[in-house]
């Protein structure tokens, strides 16, 4: 599937390829959270712009996961999500008046139940 997705799981947050693809030249992003619509929105940004992360490994341009222990918990607690789960959730690239975000509803994730000892993980 080649649209973009953002996953939260084990305390850390990451994008997939296809984010990084639509925006070759961002290295830094700014996320934000609207709590009243429940959406996550990911801007680029530039190293310099407050609460700014990098979203990519270089050379190689490739998804990095981001250490986010507080964002983490208090997105588990705004949505009543378990910490045991890996939510990922699909979104859209949205380009008006030469700014460019990708939009996320966390709404709707596709839930992924973490696998218990000797087992398979279960999807919900």
Partial sequence: MNRPAFTFHNQKAAVNSACIKELPDTEYIRIYVNPDTKKLIIRPCTKDTKDSLRWCSLPKRAPKQIPCRIFFTKILSLMEWDAACRY????????????????????RPEITASPKKGGTPARK
């Fill in 88 to 107: 990922r959730l699909y979104g859209e690239s949205i380009r008006s008046g030469g700014e460019f975000l990708f939009v996320f509803d966390l709404c």
